[in-house]
């Protein structure tokens, strides 16, 4: 089956029709956090409690993607009224009902003029916890697949890359490469088989962005690979995901084949030559995998362990094929750029970073959950005002941002604009966006040792300086948290770390010793504590503190 | 009752009747969908490990033959993802998260307490061959932190009391 434009604009149609047709839209979040919690049966329940009451032509009950305040869930919104409820249970239901069209129900009322949700500025998420999204046609009344169709029906391929170019966009996996370069780099890579790969491993633990977006929003991600497909000369398509993530996993399953059975994606894509298709890979638990040579061995079916670069894989991936690796929110911000133009996207964000950040916000943080704000939001706004500060009267020690590979940020920067260049600048990276708050309770050599092990359990194991490295570096934090340390560890401890920077094989481990670093010069008082005073500063290592 | 050694001597050998097998059935369906090409590997031992829960040696070397793949690479692969187990689990399956946020909010605490009060450190089963404890880097719901997963329902906000009395329930077999 093909489509043309007119046959896009009808599904559109039918769609908002039927939508504009219900006096009342109730959304309730089904992402997997307000599941945990219990918004399934809720969902069950709001349907029969309408169906009872014979309102099913006039009050609707979908279930959406991710709201964002995933720490008050399950939430729900009414889409007709803006008004959102937090905490909502089964027993709610009668209540929420009778109040429809009349005063919202008070003690449910989630406020939806703070900061949290005022301070957000969405592309990425636009369509999160507001449509369906097990249901393609809900996102063709957003929009949805337009974008695909422009490009293949009006734009030449290096006219598309020029978009991506002139929007600024740059990687949102970790390392902020700029898309349209590398998007060049694999269009003029000449070979008749071409790859694209959505990478989808989120192995930074903290870090739930991509998995936001994929279980809210499955098209767009979708759709930017089609478009990354066309102006690469790719037909191909794999999308990696993290098999932690079986909601994920199912969404995007189901969205593939409806985009097949429509025609979005197999030949002759909207009466063009143009032909894409998409697999589904599995993860299996390695973080390693996140690497790009890493995950092209995995899909291979062999080890996950990265190779030296170059050859990068825009000239050598996938099967030895020239092959586009992408992030998922990477992908996620192609549609919209194509349908407003890169210039529209390039006057958001600083002048090196454009348009926004998806962040994930825990920790010792009041409003946990999923933001998205323009790059150069400052530090201290996102902590204060959007995460609502630090709960239980506790003070702010510190941000960590970029998991495993970033670094903590102390008070003295909060007043910083969050964007590539200025994380880097005090030691840390953007990372994939994982934020994570510490309060005075968290010990920092602790923090760093946490992350060593995760690093050290998750080294691949191919290069010695990563394999010893981590090992050493863990043990020797070992000894300070547990006060058996010397003063020369400290300076053991510099060493290692700049030895496994400067030599390890792959971004692991030449940023493992991320962590450290950043704790050493920032909370450098609280490893000299340990180690001359034996004891722990934020009284957080027991070990410590009963010996002293 | 499960077998709580390694590979269970009184398994028949896998590829003595694959057919028959139901489990065997899905395994062969996904070396299919790929036309038993090597690199279905991954997808082969994840279908493995669903249907069977745990890489069991005999089909280890079905697979291996089935897709021409020398056994020392299935074993490998099998061993270098965290997914895979080798062992086979217990009744229920209790995964506490360890990823940074669930650190940061106590569940080195629980996983603490587990080990003291219920004797298993992650990747052990209780003696009674119940209850099998698993650690995850991260399930995503950083959110609702310290989260885990109970026979595969994610639960969040937990604390050692909540955790230490589900687990208490399974050994029972207290329905609740
Ligand atoms: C150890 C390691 C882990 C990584 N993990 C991820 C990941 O989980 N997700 C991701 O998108 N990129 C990850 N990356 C970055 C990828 O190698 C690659 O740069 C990225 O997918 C490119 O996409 P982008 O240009 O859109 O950012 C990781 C890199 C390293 C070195
Ligand atoms: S850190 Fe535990 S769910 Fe993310």
Request: with cysteine; net charge neutral.
């Amino acid at each position: 089956m093909t489509l043309n434009s007119e046959d896009l604009h009808q599904i559109a149609k039918i769609e908002k029709d039927k939508q504009d047709g219900f006096q009342h839209r109730i959304h309730v979040c089904v992402a997997a956090g307000c599941l945990s919690c219990g918004s399934g049966v809720l969902m069950d329940a709001l349907g029969k409690e309408v169906n009872r009451r014979g309102l099913d032509n006039w009050c609707q009950i979908k279930g959406v993607g991710c709201l964002g305040l995933c720490a008050e869930g399950p939430l729900i919104s009414l889409a007709t009224s803006g008004t959102y409820y937090q905490g909502v249970k089964v027993s709610d239901v009668s209540d929420i009902l009778d109040a429809l069209g009349g005063n919202p129900v008070g003690r449910l009322l989630c406020p939806a003029d703070t900061a949290f949700f005022k301070r957000q500025v969405r592309i990425v998420t636009e369509n999160c916890g507001r449509i369906d999204p097990e249901r393609i046609e809900e996102y063709i009344a957003e929009s949805g697949y337009e974008s695909l169709y422009l490009a293949l029906t009006q734009m030449t391929p290096p006219e598309v890359i020029e978009q991506v170019t002139r929007s600024g966009l740059r990687g949102r996996g970790g390392a902020g490469y700029p898309t349209g370069l590398k998007w060049t780099t694999v269009s003029k890579a000449i070979s008749s088989t071409k790859f694209i790969i959505c990478n989808a491993d989120e192995g930074d633990p903290g870090a739930f962005m991509d998995r936001s977006v994929l279980e809210s929003d499955p098209h767009r991600v979708i759709e930017g690979m089609a478009i990354a497909g066309y102006a690469t000369g790719a037909s191909q398509g794999y999308i990696y995901v993290r098999a932690e993530y079986p909601l994920a996993v199912k969404r995007v399953r189901l969205a593939l084949a409806q985009a097949e059975r429509l025609g979005v994606l197999g030949n002759n894509i909207f009466n063009t030559h143009f032909n894409f298709t998409i697999k589904v890979r599995l993860g299996a638990g390695a973080f390693v995998c996140g690497e790009e040579t890493a995950l092209i061995a995995s899909i291979e079916g062999r080890m996950g362990r990265p190779r030296p670069r170059p050859p990068f894989p825009a000239e050598f991936g996938l099967w030895e094929h020239p092959t586009l690796i992408n992030n998922v929110e990477t992908f996620a911000n192609v549609p919209p750029i194509i349908r407003k133009g890169g210039k529209w996207f390039a006057g958001i964000g600083t002048e090196k970073s454009k348009g926004t950040k998806v962040f994930a916000l825990a920790g010792k943080i009041v409003n946990t959950g999923l933001i998205e704000i323009p790059m150069g939001t400052p530090l201290r706004d996102i902590v204060f005002a959007i995460g609502g500060g630090i709960p239980g009267g506790k003070g702010f020690k510190a941000v960590q941002t970029g998991g495993p590979s970033g670094g903590c940020i102390p008070e003295q920067f909060l007043d910083m604009p969050v964007d590539y260049d200025s994380l880097l600048q005090v030691g840390s990276i953007m990372g994939s966006g994982g934020m994570i708050v510490m309060d005075e309770t968290s010990c920092m050599v602790d923090v760093a040792k946490f992350f060593m092990e995760f690093c050290m359990s998750e080294s691949c194991g191919k290069c010695a300086p990563c394999r010893v490295g981590t090992r050493q570096i863990y043990d020797i934090l070992c000894r300070i948290t547990g006060n058996q340390s010397t003063p020369e560890d400290l300076a053991m401890l510099e060493d290692l770390c700049d030895l496994m920077k400067n030599t390890s094989l792959c971004g692991l481990g030449q940023s493992a010793p991320n962590p450290v670093l950043t704790t050493l010069k920032y909370f450098r008082d609280e490893y000299l504590s340990h180690i001359h005073d034996r004891t722990c500063l934020a009284g957080a290592c027991k070990t410590v503190v009963e010996v002293s | 009752m499960k077998e709580q050694v390694p590979n269970p001597g009184n398994t028949p050998p896998a590829s003595s009747k694959p057919a028959e097998d139901h489990r065997l059935r899905m395994v062969n369906r996904t070396m299919q969908l790929y036309r038993n090409q090597s690199h279905a590997l991954i997808e082969t031992l994840h279908t493995v490990q669903e249907s069977f829960g745990f890489l069991e040696e005999g089909v280890l070397k079905y697979v291996a033959a089935t897709l021409r793949v020398p056994l020392s690479r299935v074993y490998a692969v099998a061993t270098f993802y965290h997914s895979f187990t080798l062992k086979p689990p217990g009744e229920h399956t209790c995964v506490i998260c360890r990823g940074t946020a669930c650190y940061i909010g106590g569940s080195g605490e629980i996983l603490d307490d587990i080990r003291e009060k219920v004797g298993i450190v992650s990747g052990e089963t209780t003696p009674d061959g119940q209850v099998s404890l698993l650690v995850a880097r991260c399930l995503g719901s950083c959110g609702l932190a310290p989260a885990g997963v109970f026979d595969g329902e994610v639960t969040g906000k937990l604390s050692p009391e909540v955790v230490l009395e589900k687990i208490g329930r399974w050994q029972t077999h207290d329905p609740q």
